[in-house]
């Protein structure tokens, strides 16, 4: 497919990036299960290697089947190029790597994906980067946390674990007079659901481990690129505006345009940071990605159902799920995410920490794990498990008091899965 204009979501997500195998034929996108490349001759290898010519060396930097699944993955978002990798965490990392240096900070979201929580207050620390959390609800606050040496602004679109969604029409502005790109994690919307390079994002990142694959079989990342970021008006982000000393002095803005960060993100970031996607990985996404839409409709559809049930359930306090009218957030649905609020949600039972944990024994259809994004139906209590860590108070600001529980909604039957939260609520609150 060459021309994309003209198709919609649900042509684009089967056939974006793929063509018929030039070898063989093969309609389906092969699995390139290959390390390496052969060289037509020495100049060919060595255009390839000046990135003079755009071709494969060695399946660190590139691979077809990845290639195929990074180009499905930009046309989906809206984007010029895509970079695959290992995980949605080492998206983050590829994400930052290129922008940040020792002494800069990213000003991020306080409503963040955990294993983000810490990557960002603890690991990064590590390079010498740092993060400013702040309530992406408070404007100010977010303008406020801005200094010399802030080299990007990150939240999620809809933010994990559930009921929150990030008003990117506000956001993506105050970035834009910094001059600060805006990444955005898109994990747990997807491309169908929200698309935030079309409000100001400069890049997005996914964890493909989730909805993208959609049936928990691979763990896979992506970082889309805008390509919209003038990296060379501010000298704040030498590593795409100035000369890069392992190409020659090459200066990828300059060079690549557009496509500066793609570029940048694969000949420096992969090659030597060397977090790859591998191309079964790449595959059973493609797989996935083909379903996305559908999927997703019945991920909404079936979340709006089960939520509204819980809702009304004498057992339980509170739902914090944006698709519900009673979110202080509902109003934002048809702005970032016309087509629904996602499938993660949370409820807090009136009884306390010890129903829960029964809860989360007594389910049967349910399962207890920490992934979502799966087209199994998950649950998890936080409290007992991924933040058993924290201390009261910080279990209450991530969201995770002792009494609450996060449910991620499959597409089974709506009714099954009612039914099975009925008979474990019973059993919990015996
Ligand atoms: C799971 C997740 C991540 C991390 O992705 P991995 O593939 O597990 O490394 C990042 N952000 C969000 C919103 C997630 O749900």
Redesign the pocket.
Same mark, same amino acid.
């Given at each position: 497919m060459t021309d994309t204009a003209q198709y919609g979501f649900d042509t684009l997500q089967v056939h974006a990036g793929a063509r018929p195998d030039p070898a063989t034929g093969a309609r389906q996108t092969p699995i390139y299960q290959t390390t390496a490349y052969v060289f037509r001759d020495a100049d060919h290898a060595a255009a390839l290697f000046n990135l003079q010519e755009v071709g494969y060396i060695y399946s660190r930097l590139t691979n077809p089947t990845v290639a195929v699944l990074q180009e499905r993955i930009a046309t989906l978002e809206g984007g010029a190029g895509a970079v695959c990798c290992s &995980?949605?965490? *080492?998206a983050?990392i590829l994400a930052l790597f290129p922008l940040m240096g020792p002494g800069r900070n990213v000003v991020a979201s306080t409503r963040l994906?955990g294993?983000?929580v810490t990557q960002f207050s603890q690991t990064i620390k590590r390079f010498g980067w740092s993060a400013k959390f702040v309530d992406f609800d408070d404007l100010d606050a977010v303008k406020a946390a801005i200094d010399d040496d802030t080299r990007a602004i990150f939240c999620?679109a809809l933010a994990?674990p559930g009921g929150y969604i990030t008003d990117l029409d506000a956001i993506a502005p105050i970035a834009e007079e910094a001059g600060l790109p805006l990444i955005v994690?898109n994990?747990?919307g997807t491309p169908y659901l929200c698309r935030p390079i079309d409000y100001g994002a400069t890049l997005v990142v996914h &964890? *493909?481990?989730?909805f993208l694959t959609g049936n928990g079989t691979v763990?896979?990342?992506a970082i889309v690129d805008s390509g919209t970021f003038d990296w060379s008006a501010s000298g704040k982000f030498p590593s795409l505006s100035e000369p890069e000393p392992a190409y020659h002095g090459l200066k990828f803005h300059e060079t690549f345009g557009p496509l500066a960060f793609t570029f940048h993100s694969i000949a420096v970031g992969l090659r030597d940071l060397g977090m790859t996607m591998n191309p079964q990985g790449a595959h059973y996404t493609l797989m996935g990605i083909e379903t996305l839409s559908l999927r997703m409709q019945r991920h909404v559809e079936n979340a709006v159902k089960v939520a509204s049930w819980l809702e009304t359930h004498p057992a339980v306090e509170a739902v914090t799920y944006a698709g519900l009218p009673s979110s202080p957030y509902h109003e934002r649905v048809a702005r970032i995410c016309p087509k629904g609020a996602g499938a993660l949600f949370t409820f807090a039972l009136k009884a306390g920490y010890e129903a829960c944990v029964k809860l989360v024994d007594s389910v049967e259809l349910f399962s207890h794990v920490a992934n979502?994004g799966d087209t199994r139906s998950l649950i998890i209590h936080s409290a007992s498990t991924t933040h058993r860590q924290l201390t009261p108070e910080q279990l209450e600001a991530a969201g995770a008091a002792p009494n609450v529980v996060r449910l991620s909604i499959g597409i089974e039957d709506a009714d099954d899965l009612i039914a099975d939260l009925d008979q474990a609520l019973a059993k919990a609150t015996a």
């Amino acid at each position: 497919m060459t021309d994309t204009a003209q198709y919609g979501f649900d042509t684009l997500q089967v056939h974006a990036g793929a063509r018929p195998d030039p070898a063989t034929g093969a309609r389906q996108t092969p699995i390139y299960q290959t390390t390496a490349y052969v060289f037509r001759d020495a100049d060919h290898a060595a255009a390839l290697f000046n990135l003079q010519e755009v071709g494969y060396i060695y399946s660190r930097l590139t691979n077809p089947t990845v290639a195929v699944l990074q180009e499905r993955i930009a046309t989906l978002e809206g984007g010029a190029g895509a970079v695959c990798c290992s &995980s949605g965490h *080492a998206a983050q990392i590829l994400a930052l790597f290129p922008l940040m240096g020792p002494g800069r900070n990213v000003v991020a979201s306080t409503r963040l994906y955990g294993g983000t929580v810490t990557q960002f207050s603890q690991t990064i620390k590590r390079f010498g980067w740092s993060a400013k959390f702040v309530d992406f609800d408070d404007l100010d606050a977010v303008k406020a946390a801005i200094d010399d040496d802030t080299r990007a602004i990150f939240c999620e679109a809809l933010a994990n674990p559930g009921g929150y969604i990030t008003d990117l029409d506000a956001i993506a502005p105050i970035a834009e007079e910094a001059g600060l790109p805006l990444i955005v994690d898109n994990t747990s919307g997807t491309p169908y659901l929200c698309r935030p390079i079309d409000y100001g994002a400069t890049l997005v990142v996914h &964890s *493909a481990t989730k909805f993208l694959t959609g049936n928990g079989t691979v763990t896979g990342g992506a970082i889309v690129d805008s390509g919209t970021f003038d990296w060379s008006a501010s000298g704040k982000f030498p590593s795409l505006s100035e000369p890069e000393p392992a190409y020659h002095g090459l200066k990828f803005h300059e060079t690549f345009g557009p496509l500066a960060f793609t570029f940048h993100s694969i000949a420096v970031g992969l090659r030597d940071l060397g977090m790859t996607m591998n191309p079964q990985g790449a595959h059973y996404t493609l797989m996935g990605i083909e379903t996305l839409s559908l999927r997703m409709q019945r991920h909404v559809e079936n979340a709006v159902k089960v939520a509204s049930w819980l809702e009304t359930h004498p057992a339980v306090e509170a739902v914090t799920y944006a698709g519900l009218p009673s979110s202080p957030y509902h109003e934002r649905v048809a702005r970032i995410c016309p087509k629904g609020a996602g499938a993660l949600f949370t409820f807090a039972l009136k009884a306390g920490y010890e129903a829960c944990v029964k809860l989360v024994d007594s389910v049967e259809l349910f399962s207890h794990v920490a992934n979502l994004g799966d087209t199994r139906s998950l649950i998890i209590h936080s409290a007992s498990t991924t933040h058993r860590q924290l201390t009261p108070e910080q279990l209450e600001a991530a969201g995770a008091a002792p009494n609450v529980v996060r449910l991620s909604i499959g597409i089974e039957d709506a009714d099954d899965l009612i039914a099975d939260l009925d008979q474990a609520l019973a059993k919990a609150t015996a």
